[in-house]
């Protein structure tokens, strides 16, 4: 039985992947999926250099096995900004902010990225896993207690994230589509 730690800072995070990857007790396959609240540093980047530093970094902290997400909110108008650097979007001009920025664009076209990093330890290769949801940038609707979930209305639904029964946006969105490519790659190592 081997032990993985999924790494974050957000709690948030945290629910919907125990939610979609682990709900039996913790475990996928021979893996038993444990978490640790870190604040990890990101680095500039790509998507995938951003993931892969984290994985890194994380690995030498716990010094074993671990697992690490970054995720990006990119706008289609914008050439896929903020990407990365959402966060400090939605601190810096808020939710009507980010609504706001898009006004003198038609198209309101918005990708939800979620990049896993998966690393046996210390000095190993980052392996990366990642799941998008294509989505429109909408009027905040629903609780905003998640980052932009108010603001992102996923292709196909008539509500936003925030919206969403938990049980659909786990079975739609970035992250669960990203865990999926983790599940396959863990049962089957
Ligand atoms: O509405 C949302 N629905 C989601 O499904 C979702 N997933 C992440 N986020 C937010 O997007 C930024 C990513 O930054 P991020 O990946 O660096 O996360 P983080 O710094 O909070 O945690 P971590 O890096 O310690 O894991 C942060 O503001 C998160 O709150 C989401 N917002
Ligand atoms: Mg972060």
Known sequence: MSEITFVTGNAN???EVIAILASENGK???????????D???VQGSIEEISIHKAK??????GGPVLVEDTCLGYDAFNNLPGPYIKWFVKAVGLTGLVDMLYKFEDKGAKAICTFGYCEGPGHEVKLFQ?????????????THFGWDSIFEPVGFNQTY???DKD????????????DKVRDYLLNN
Request: hydrophobic share 35%; no cysteine; aromatic share 4%.
């Open 13 to 15: 995070k945290l629910k």
């Open 28 to 38: 996928v396959g021979k893996y038993t999926i444990t978490n640790k609240s870190l």
């Open 40 to 42: 990890l540093d990101e």
């Open 57 to 62: 970094e994380a690995a030498k902290i716990i």
């Open 131 to 143: 799941g998008i949801t294509q989505g429109n940038i909408v009027d905040s609707r629903g609780p």
């Open 162 to 164: 925030a919206e969403l």
């Open 168 to 179: 659909i946006k786990n079975t739609i969105s970035h992250r669960f589509k990203a865990l």
